[in-house]
């Protein structure tokens, strides 16, 4: 049994990425070569991005609703009422 590769230069793969994609993406095998070196392209499912525990959990209403800010001085930063709108 016989299996059709798909070979592209460098250049030709860029000018074809989509298509080097999706054959990849459909498990068919795809090799770029440049300069003697072969590169086989390999299609992989990706993990799903973990979910990110906030730092600073809100707790005050006029916080949330940004009554209140952050003001950079030269004693570091402060918590600072915002002026009326």
Not at 31 to 40: A, S, V
Not at 76 to 85: A, N, V
């Amino acid at each position: 049994m016989y299996i059709e590769m798909k070979r592209y230069s460098v250049s030709q793969a860029r000018m074809r990425l989509a298509e080097v994609l999706d054959s990849a993406e459909r498990g068919e095998s795809v090799l770029i070569e440049r300069e003697g070196i072969r590169f086989q392209i390999v299609a992989t499912k990706a993990k799903p991005a973990k979910k990110v525990t906030p730092i600073i959990e809100i707790l005050d209403p006029s916080v949330e609703r940004g009554d209140w800010t952050w003001t950079d001085g030269p004693d570091g930063l402060t918590f600072t009422p915002r002026k009326p709108r």
